[in-house]
């Protein structure tokens, strides 16, 4: 156990001597690209990055690591929720989206030491997609009751990303700043991965009943989300549509912006 140790401290230390780390601390405005814009607004995330500089390349090269976690979708929506016979109730639906995504990257600066630095990026990680859907009481509670109050869907993908930034020495603005310690940057990255579900959140609409045995017709690119309601006075399960699940491949633009501290 005394070798384990030892080696881990070793293996840190030369890491260490060998390399400037700094923390990123991000905001970033992911745009849905291709067929996922028409279903999706962009994403607001928080970016939490560690990364490496390398002193054998003049710190011109650069390994890291990074997590997100943004939101697309934050909306309550009136449905009136109606049986092909006229009746039914009218309630309200929280829509909750969300992204979550974590990633290895490497950078290259172009330049060794500069106050306005440009680099190119690249990265690949894993991307979860995953939405909560809440219904609350309907206004009439002896016409229909919902048996399910929370609808979660997920899935998730690999991704890949390429691009480039600028990191700007904030000591150019402050000569009582040690040169090198704060860094703003900011970075456009081309985001593509693969294909996976999420709800419809951009255009959403009123939805009829939805018999199980005689399900609504679909468009063909969307397949509906339901949940169980109990109609009171019959005592009869049914089911309502509040959304509709589609699959596309992952494809955004990311423009991100935020401060790295370097630790010297």
Known sequence: MRKFYFTVITVLSVATGLS???????????IPQGELSEHIKPANSINLSYLYALKSTGKRLAFGTEFSLGNYAWLAKEQDLRFPNGTGTTTMVNYTSNIFSGA????LRLLSEAKINPYLNFKGGYSLF????????????????????????SDHTFFYAYGGGLQIDLSNFNK????????????VNKIKGGSLDYINTKHLSTHVHTDPNNPAPSDGKSEPLNIRFLNVSTQTIHEHQVAEVYNSPLRMLDIKMGVLVTFQ
């Open 176 to 187: 009582k700043e040690k040169r090198g310690l704060y860094l703003f940057d900011i970075s």
């Open 104 to 107: 290895l990257f490497t950078r």
């Open 20 to 30: 400037q780390s700094a923390l990123g601390l991000h905001y970033s405005l992911s």
């Open 130 to 153: 995953f939405s909560n859907i809440s219904v609350e009481d309907p206004e009439d509670p002896s016409d229909c009751r919902v048996l399910e109050s929370k609808t979660i869907i």
